[in-house]
């Protein structure tokens, strides 16, 4: 992908140092709007200096510069899509450290995301703190049981990074994978969870939502049941993607309660997808008794738009899910995604993905992009 200038080595090293210390400093609890909106801009700015294909999109969409953008709300979204068209990013190709397999179901073809060192390590710092924040907010280390691949098995997927990040800085040393190159491992996964039940210490169980409900289903075939001792708790995100039945929250936190013996204030979603570095988890931990959304993060926000004017709706109202996060220095930090979603308690809760006119909408600003982006 063709590069301008943009800014010196020094300059964008300061910029990913304002981030890092913004991202180590805020209150998870009560967004700082003023900075986030300071920093979003700044990123803008350096992004449609850095990344050609961007700036012709932009302008495309009659942003003619840094100048004509005065909220992060202004930022013009890139479409989800456009890794999967080519490199999105906003240095050499040749100075990527990670590189990942773009998010979507077994019918897509993948694209790749590429991190640069700066990239990865505010990725790494807002993970963590997210993670601390809504799902340990009450442990300082727990025993993870992980449901999902090493990094060795899924070099190219950050779900992978992300647990071996999450059991490297707040996982105790039982934690332990319960997966296998030939997949999932349930009969030894239940051994570890009854290993738990005799010790009474509590355990974090990590899996996709699509892996529970097959592990929940493996359960109810054989009788089998658990009651994890207080203070467990289980995180799943990812969906279904057509790889289980789909399940309603409800029913999910129903089944959770009844097979792990784990209550709904818990049971934590999390939404995070490879071409974004920010996780959003809900609320239920943190703050039970409130109602279940996920919060918005001090680093990153998602605004819920119209579809096709890419207007902010009205809490309460489905729209499309754009991202905005500022740990996506070195790619584009504004995203639109092909997720559904609702605003919701100074938050928003995902609701499935876009069709039919919805659908339209993202497809026609994907046209935009491939028009801006010019011959390949």
């Known amino acids: ?28 609890d009560n967004p700082d709007e003023p900075t986030f909106d300071e920093l979003a801009l700044r990123v803008f700015a350096f992004q449609f200096s850095s990344c050609d294909p961007y700036r012709r999109f932009c302008e495309r969409r009659g942003v003619t510069g840094p100048v004509d953008v ?40 993948p694209g790749t995301v590429l991190r640069d060192a700066g990239t990865e390590r505010l990725i790494a710092a807002a993970q963590l703190r997210a993670h601390r924040h809504w799902l340990l907010p009450d ?11 090493t990094p060795a098995m899924r070099p190219r997927a950050t779900i992978a990074a992300c647990m071996a990040r999450f059991v490297e800085h707040h996982g105790t040393g039982r934690s ?6 030939t997949g999932m491992d349930f009969k030894g996964l239940a051994a570890v969870l009854h290993a738990a039940e005799a010790s009474g210490d509590p355990v974090a ?15 109810a075939e054989r009788g089998e049941g658990f009651t994890l001792p207080p203070g467990s708790r289980i995180n799943h995100g990812s969906g279904y993607k057509g790889r ?13 309660a009844r097979t792990l013996g784990i209550e709904p204030s818990h049971d934590v979603n999390v939404l995070g997808i490879t071409e974004t570095g920010a996780r959003f988890f809900d609320n239920v931990l943190r703050h039970p008794g409130e109602p279940r959304h996920k919060p918005q993060q001090p680093w990153a926000r998602v605004r819920i738009v119209d579809p096709l004017t890419l207007e902010d ?47 339209r909408g993202c497809n026609l600003t994907m046209e935009e992009y491939l028009a801006a982006r010019g011959p390949a």
């Open 1 to 28: 992908m063709p590069q301008n200038a943009g800014l010196d080595a020094g300059a964008v090293g300061q910029l990913d140092h304002d981030i890092l210390t913004f991202i180590e400093s805020a209150d998870c």
């Open 70 to 109: 005065t909220s992060w709300r202004e930022i013009p979204a890139l479409p989800s899509q456009a890794y999967k068209d080519g490199v999105v990013a906003c240095f050499p190709e040749d100075e990527a450290v990670g590189r990942y397999r773009t998010s979507g179901t077994s019918s897509s073809t």
């Open 139 to 149: 442990v300082e280390r727990i025993t993870m049981l992980l449901a999902v691949p």
């Open 176 to 181: 332990r994978y319960v997966i296998d190159e």
């Open 205 to 219: 169980v990590y899996a996709t939502s699509y892996t529970f409900v097959h592990f929940f289903d493996w359960c």
């Open 244 to 256: 289980s039945r789909a399940v309603a929250p409800e029913e999910f936190h129903e089944t959770s």
């Open 313 to 359: 709706q009205p809490p309460g109202t489905p729209g499309q899910m754009v991202h905005v996060d500022l740990t996506l220095r070195g790619n584009v930090l504004a995203l639109q995604t092909d997720d559904l979603g609702v605003a919701r308690g100074g938050g928003f809760e995902i609701l499935g993905r876009l069709d039919g006119a919805e659908a």
